[in-house]
């Protein structure tokens, strides 16, 4: 098992930009969740994608966009950047339909000033 | 809609001693996961504990036990013989079962602090 890998672990960016951030999920898991965490709070989900289209939404704008690729890496896209995107971004995986839980990166600390 | 809810934000104990932290939740679903998350300075969320809803029997892991309720929609963790490195937030979270879809929902967490 290699683990999920998240990069980069810091990003500064300003208000209007735009960003990515890429995960690179554990072999043969072909799901993959993105979940934002404000300061203080627990993880809220964002999306996710299974075997490469998306199944699921959280309450997110549209400008929140991901991706994932068959060699089990995906993308987080945020356009138009707000100071309250300012968060963690974790990345998370797990074998399809299991309900062994997921494995997760250690995230990507956004800053937007 | 699923709801995760932790009461309380921070706890203290002593190193060696037991402690337990609360979680209830709310749900329609009658077959579902509950889990617990660590979440040291590292940020990286990792797994402490498991629990499927069919099974009566509490899960456990060590020095890690859970009390599960299903009626009472309750899923508490005890954390027996308190380390230095059980510090960190704690994390409830819930899945619903089977199928590709489904996303874990966790409540606010649990600050613990274990003291020498």
Redesign the interface.
Known sequence: ETGVTQSPTHLIKTRGQQVTLRCSSQSGHN?V?W?QQAL??????IF?Y??EEE??R?NFPPRFSGLQFPNYSSELNVNALELDDSA?Y?C?SRF??S?????????T?LTVV | AQT?TQSQPEMSVQEAETVTLSCTYDTSENNY?L?W?KQPP??????VI?Q?AYKQQNATENRFSVNFQKAAKSFSLKISDSQLGDTAMY?CAF?N?????????????TKLSVKP
């Open positions: 799901t969740s979940y203080g709070q627990g993880p809220q989900f996710q299974y075997r199944n699921g959280g963690l974790l998370a399809g339909t309900g062994g839980g997921y494995t997760f990166g250690s995230g600390r | 995760v996961y889990f998350y590292s940020r990286q969320m990792i797994l498991r499927e994390f899945l079962y089977g199928g590709s879809q489904g996303n874990l929902i966790f409540g606010k967490g």
